[in-house]
Every structure is written in C-alpha cells, then in structure tokens.
C-alpha cells in the first residue's frame, strides 16, 4: 500500500514538473502572439491580459517597415545555402576522420569537436575580418561560409557516430568494386545516415533562420539583411512598441513552425537514433 501511494505520488509529482515546464516553453510564444494583436495603448493598460479589441494593424506596419519580401528572400537564400553547405561539409569531414586513415586524424576529429565549447561570441570578430579580408561582408557568400563553419562541428559530430557503424569491410568490398569516395559517401553511408541527416538538417535550418547575430555583424545595414535583423530594426533607440515587434516576430517564426510541424517525426527519431549511437 506504501509503495502504490508512493507511486501515484511520484506520478504527481512528475506530472506537476511537466506541467511546469509546458507552461513555461509556452507562454513566451502565446504572450508574442497576444501582445501582437493589441495597440500600443491597450498594451501599456494592460500588458498581460487579452486584448480588449483584436487588431491586425501591428502586422500591416510590420509588413510595410520592414519590406518583408525581400527580407523574406534574403533568408531564405542566406539559410539554404547555408543549411546546404554545412552538411555537405559535416559529410565530407565525417567521412574523412572515420572512414580514410592518416596520421592525425584523430587529432583533427578532436580539435573540431573541441570547438563546440567555444562561444561563438568569442570568435565572431576573428570571423568578421576574414569575411572582410574576402569582400564578402554585406553579401550573401559571406553570410553562408559563416553558418557552415558554425555548422561543421556540431554535423561531424553526429555524423561520425553513424559512419562509424559502417564495418570498414563493407568499405573495402566497395572499393574493390570500384567505387570512389564519393560513390560510398553518398550512396553508401548517406542512406544509413538519413535520421541523423534529417534531425541535422531541421536543427540547422532553425538556427539558421532564427539567428540574430552573425546576420547583424555580417549583413549589417545592407540589403541583404535578414528577416530576424529586419524585426531587430523595427525597435528604435528610444522606444519599443512591443505590439509591433511581437507582430513581426510571429511573423519571422512562422516558416519554423511549419518545419517543425511537418518534419517532427524526422527529428525526433533522427534524435533518439543519434542518442542510441
């Protein structure tokens, strides 16, 4: 009888906890979009309670300040290409550190992860010069190099855990047949690694789309700045008009929820998969 009662009391008690801590990842997001249909007067009445009246005028003013569609391309393309030259160079690396030996490698596999503790605030300068050095800054190129170095460690990591399943026997027999480096990586190992491949991608490209800062220190004011920089600006120096700024934020967040919501399957069992490795 103790032992049920104390079951059903852990039960509680986890349940309690879970609650908690639903309510705490939900509320920003439901306080955004709230405060997004309020006006600036019926916000500073009354910031935490509903609207008195619905209004869509904060996302009209959103739209108009921000030009949302340029910004909305600018994004996409800085994201993408981003998204797509990180894990072919996650691929690329993974490949080599598990599956070509040569002196060092493992070094080299070590160094790489070690950068994951690394803030990337402390290298962000480091970072700006070499765009700079390279006339990149203020461009696209610029922007996409940057995410896929960011990117690297992180794919190497989990892609490495995947590829070093693969028996180096089956390599062999596959180079015996004739089949380059290339042949193996992508038809070989890519298919084995398709979970960690697709968590990899979706993780990415929210990091990707949401990030505030190196599009900040890269783009800067130009016109290839992005749609989380272009809802930055909509804050002046003085004043905020949180309605208005919480109106361009769902707007920026929606294309990640869709992702989310379309391809959670993918990255949760990417996820656990990964984990099990």
């Known amino acids: 009888m103790n032992r049920r009662h104390s079951a059903q009391i852990g039960r509680y008690l986890l349940t309690f906890a879970l609650v908690v801590v639903a309510v705490a990842a939900v509320y920003p997001l439901l306080f955004t979009v709230v405060s997004s249909l309020k006006t600036q007067t019926g916000f500073a009445q009354d910031p935490l309670g509903l609207p008195a009246g619905i209004t869509f005028d904060n996302y009209v003013e959103a739209f108009r300040r921000m030009d949302m569609p340029r910004l909305l391309l600018n994004s996409i393309v ?143 004011g ?21 309605p208005l700024v919480s109106a361009g934020l769902i707007v920026a967040l929606l294309p990640v929820l869709i992702i989310y919501l379309v391809f959670q399957r993918q990255l949760v069992s990417g996820a656990l998969a990964g984990s099990g490795k």
């Open 78 to 220: 800085t994201t993408v290409g981003g998204l797509v030259l990180s894990v072919l160079a996650a691929m690329l690396v993974a490949y080599t550190v598990t599956k070509l030996r040569f002196r060092g490698g493992k070094v080299v596999f070590l160094l790489i992860i070690i950068t994951l503790t690394i803030p990337s605030q402390a290298i962000i300068y480091p970072l700006y010069q070499t765009v700079l050095d390279l006339g990149m800054s203020g461009q696209y190129q610029g922007l996409i190099l940057a995410y896929a170095a960011f990117g690297l460690p992180l794919g190497t990591y989990q892609l490495a855990g995947y590829f070093q399943q693969v028996p180096d026997e089956l390599i062999e027999a596959a180079r015996v047949d004739g089949a380059g480096h290339f042949t193996i990586l992508f038809r070989l190992l890519a298919p084995i690694a398709t979970p960690a491949l697709a968590a990899l991608a979706i993780f990415n490209f929210v990091w990707m789309w949401n990030d505030l800062l190196l599009p900040l220190v890269i783009m800067g």
């Open 222 to 242: 130009s016109d290839s700045k992005t749609l989380m920089v272009g809802v930055s600006m909509l804050s002046g120096q003085y004043d905020v008009s949180v």
